[in-house]
């Protein structure tokens, strides 16, 4: 038997609030479209890829991007 919206609705209140807020998170983001066109988006990738390759943008290092969670 699927669940109904309230039954769902009742099962995710009973969860704990740091578990509910993930839930929350990801509903929200299911219902953000992405703007750019699947085109867009691999023209962007391309253009930062031929940055990186040409050295115009020498990226982060690992230490950078995670700091003292390394």
């Excluded at 309230?6 to 099962?11: F, G, P, Q």
């Excluded at 929200?28 to 988006?41: G, H, M």
């Excluded at 990738?45 to 003292?68: A, E, P």
């Amino acid at each position: 038997m699927p669940l109904t919206n309230l039954a769902m609705a009742e099962e995710a209140l009973s969860l704990p609030s740091s578990e509910r807020a993930d839930l929350a998170k990801l509903l929200v983001q299911s219902l953000e479209e992405d703007p750019r066109t699947d085109a867009a988006i691999k023209a962007d990738l391309i253009r930062r890829l031929n940055d990186l390759l040409s050295g115009k943008d020498s990226g982060l290092t690992f230490k950078q991007v995670f700091g003292s969670a390394a």
